[in-house]
Every structure is written in structure tokens, then in C-alpha cells.
């Protein structure tokens, strides 16, 4: 594979987030979250984007894709100001926690004031990923203060003899693919600190992952309530998720759920690339989840999963397609058949500046698992 050619892409978009979003160290911009927001007024910002608007909105989840990114490209090319880069917003993490831990959400319209296992399990695996690097005790520390308040401020609900956390510090919703990131981050912690503590809920987390998978391999989005919202890029990330966790901490009973969950993933790829809307109709088109599905299906063919390396090139054909001039991508297309989301929010184009930089990766430094590494990594499931 061309080095060029392949990092070509992100670095084009990595300008674009540096020169649109990056203000001390963190990603600053609009997101499209909010019920009416997310129904009416993204597309008319997006239509008349000279309307005042001061949407300057700092989510962890992106900062930590940014930080990922950045080391992933000073691995990729040996350039030093992408470890500054990475570090500078790890430290401006840092510098935004409580002393109870307990990142706030954004100030973004309904969710104000909310504290979030999505924002703070990111958060903590941005800052992770900078402790593997950089050896910085503070980035571990922070993590190990939001896992503090996740267990006692958070909270769990049982379901069955399982465990699965409260998305919202006031919410009772079960919620898989909360469970799937915070299982990742207790693996995480336990392989930094060797502290068997980060497992304590372990074990009953994948025990309500593997409940509510449903027969064709979808993990629900909420767990009885909603099981189809979004389908695809949900369980898209889920499946990293839980291959991240597996490389970590390899077991038989996750790698059996993401053999189930990536055959029902790469039914998600449509004809042309884009990836599915959800189970029952195939638009609008969300330009990141081509990006996420794309990512999933390759770390799945990589761990043997299954045979999907021309399902996720598919993917990141289409997605590497919509790639503008000025280095970023559309939100979305075909949103009521006719419209589109053109706006630039950084928190999902730090995610697409990931998932390309994870295919460089792939392809610039890591053959396909085969023979003894491949059987070092997957259990002998040939009596399942």
C-alpha cells in the first residue's frame, strides 16, 4: 500500500481540524445533538451557515479521538508536533476534571448540567492512550478518578445476573453500547495498574452484553425498551469496542459475541459503500458511520472474525469519495430524501480522522494475523 496515498486523507482532514476547531489544545465546534436541533435547525445552519450561532461545544469523546489520532500519526510518521498535539489536549482533559472526577456533558441545549458514561469513558480512554505513551501519571490518575465516580456516582442496573451501567448519572436506561465502551476501559485500567479492582464488574458487564445479544447478532440499543435505533453504526462501535477490550484481555465467551455481532455488522454495507441507516431503510447517509463500519469490519477480519476485508473497503471507498476540497466531510445526505448536513463538527470528524488513520495503520505496519499469532489471539471454538 502506498504511505502517501494512504495517509493523504487524514492529513487533509487533520488541517482541516487544526485550522477549524483546535483552540488550546482542545476540539471546539458545533454537534447536532438536540431533538428539534437534530429534526430542523442543523439543516438550516447548514443551509445558511452565515446565521449567527455560538456553538462552541467541547466533548471529551472528541478530544480523545484527537488525541488517538495524533499518536497514531507520530507513530505513522515520526513527526513530532503530533505527540504535541496529543498531549496538549490530554493535558487540557486533565485540566477540565472536577476533584469528584465527574466530567460535566456540554452545555448543548436539553443535556446541560448531565454527567455521561459516554463522556467520561472516553475521556478516560483519550487519556489511556497518552499514559501508554508518554509514561504521564497525571492522564492515568484522571482516568482512575472517573472510573471512581462511574462505579459510585454512575451507577449500574442488574439485569439478570448481569450488570449494565446508567448511561446518564440520573438515568435507569440499559443500554448496551455504554457497557461495551466501559468494559473496554475497565480492561484498560486492570492491564496499567495490574489492580484486580478494575475487574470487579467485569465478568456480569459481558454477561449482560451476551444476554441481550439478539439472534442475529445486533446488540440492541436499549436493552427491551428500543432494540433498533441507528443499527448499524451502534453495534459498528460496539464491535470495536469490544475488539479493543479482547485485545487486551482475550476471552472465549467475548470473542463468541463478536463472531456473532461482526456477521451482523457487515450486513450493514451497502451496494455503493454507505452504510445502512438502520434494519429497515438504507438512507439518509451519515458519512462517520461508513467510517466506523469500515474500521469494524477490518479489526474483524483481523482477528479472524470472519473473511470482511472487501466489505470494509467497500466502506472506506465510499467514504474517501466524499472527501471535500477543503479536507473535511459532510455530515450527512439524503436527509428527507433531499437535504444535507454540510456543517463541520469536529467530534465526528476526529472520529473519521481516526477510523482512516486505523486502515493507514493496517496496511503501513500490520500483515493479517495468520498461523501462530492469529491462534495466540482466538480461542479454539471448534466444540462451540
Keep these: 500500500m502506498n504511505e502517501t496515498r494512504t ?19 482542545l476540539l471546539v465546534g458545533p454537534d447536532p445533538v438536540g431533538k428539534i436541533h437534530w429534526r430542523v435547525t442543523r439543516f438550516v445552519r447548514s443551509y445558511l451557515p452565515a446565521l449567527p450561532n455560538n456553538d462552541r ?24 508536533k503530533y505527540r504535541t498535539y496529543a498531549t496538549q489536549g490530554a493535558d487540557a482533559v486533565v485540566a477540565r476534571q472536577p476533584e469528584n472526577g465527574a466530567w460535566v456533558h456540554p452545555p448543548v441545549r436539553e443535556r446541560r448540567g448531565f454527567i455521561s458514561t459516554v463522556e467520561g469513558v ?4 483519550g487519556l489511556t492512550a497518552a499514559y501508554r505513551a508518554t509514561g504521564s501519571g497525571a492522564y ?10 462511574q462505579i459510585n456516582g454512575v451507577g449500574f442496573q442488574r439485569v439478570g445476573d448481569g450488570l449494565a451501567p446508567n448511561y446518564y448519572s440520573h438515568s435507569t436506561m440499559v443500554v448496551p453500547n455504554v457497557t461495551t465502551m466501559l468494559l473496554w476501559l475497565t480492561y484498560e485500567l486492570h492491564a496499567l495498574t495490574g489492580d484486580d479492582r478494575y475487574l470487579e464488574f ?6 449482560f452484553i451476551g444476554f441481550s445479544q439478539l439472534p442475529s447478532g445486533e446488540l440492541p440499543y436499549i436493552y427491551q425498551d428500543r432494540p433498533h435505533f441507528m443499527c448499524f453504526q451502534y453495534n459498528s462501535y460496539q464491535l470495536l469496542d469490544l475488539a479493543h477490550a479482547y485485545q487486551i484481555r482475550p476471552n472465549e465467551h467475548l470473542y463468541i459475541i463478536m463472531q456473532k455481532l461482526a456477521a451482523f455488522v457487515a450486513t450493514g454495507v451497502l451496494d455503493h459503500g454507505a452504510c445502512r441507516y438502520d434494519c429497515y431503510k438504507a438512507r439518509p447517509e451519515v458519512m462517520y458511520w461508513s467510517a466506523a463500519i469500515g474500521n469494524a469490519l477490518g479489526m474483524a477480519s ?3 472474525l470472519g473473511d470482511y476485508d472487501a466489505l470494509s473497503e467497500r466502506a472506506y ?6 472527501q471535500r476540497a477543503d ?25 473519521i480522522l481516526y477510523h482512516l488513520l486505523a486502515r493507514a495503520e493496517a496496511g503501513l505496519q500490520q500483515p493479517p494475523m495468520e498461523g501462530a499469532l492469529r491462534s495466540a489471539l482466538t480461542p479454539d471454538l471448534a466444540v462451540v
Excluded at 495517509?7 to 489544545?25: F, K, Q, T, Y
Excluded at 472516553?122 to 480512554?125: A, C, V
Excluded at 471507498?317 to 466524499?322: K, P
Design 7 to 25: 495517509l493523504d486523507a487524514p492529513l487533509r482532514l487533520h488541517d482541516h481540524l487544526v485550522r477549524a476547531h483546535l483552540d488550546g489544545g
Design 57 to 80: 461545544y467541547v466533548y471529551l469523546q472528541a478530544q480523545a479521538y484527537w488525541i488517538k489520532s495524533n499518536l497514531l500519526l507520530h507513530e505513522l510518521t515520526g513527526e513530532g
Design 122 to 125: 472516553w475521556g478516560s480512554l
Design 140 to 149: 492515568l490518575t484522571a482516568a482512575q478518578r472517573w472510573y471512581e465516580f
Design 202 to 207: 467485569s465478568d456480569r458487564m459481558l454477561g
Design 302 to 304: 483481523e482477528m479472524g
Design 317 to 322: 471507498a465510499y467514504l474517501l469519495g466524499q
Design 327 to 351: 479536507g473535511a466531510f459532510n455530515y450527512s445526505l439524503y436527509n428527507y430524501r433531499v437535504l444535507r448536513d454540510s456543517r463541520s463538527y469536529p467530534r465526528y470528524l476526529a472520529m
